[in-house]
């Protein structure tokens, strides 16, 4: 029982100090890369994916508002 419980205490520990332990080990001075032009899907993407969450709601809704017309399979 008390090595359980001393082996869960190691493992609580090992999770709470991992995130601290990773990042003292990067390094404090990161740069990022040069950008050459603009990104070529600007303002297409976001209509699309308006379109497409638009289609998932309107189709949830025909979903959920079926009618509940089936019948039991088991008599």
């Known amino acids: 029982m008390k090595f359980r419980n001393l082996v869960a205490a190691t493992a609580a520990l090992s999770l709470a100090a991992s995130p601290a332990i990773a ?22 993407s976001s209509v699309v994916l308006a379109i497409l969450a638009a289609a998932a709601v309107i189709a949830g809704i025909v979903i959920a508002v079926d009618g509940g017309d089936d019948d039991p399979v088991s008599v």
Do not use: I
């Open 23 to 44: 990042q003292s080990a990067v390094s404090a001075d990161r740069a990022s890369a040069p950008v050459e032009g603009e990104s070529k899907l600007s303002g297409g």
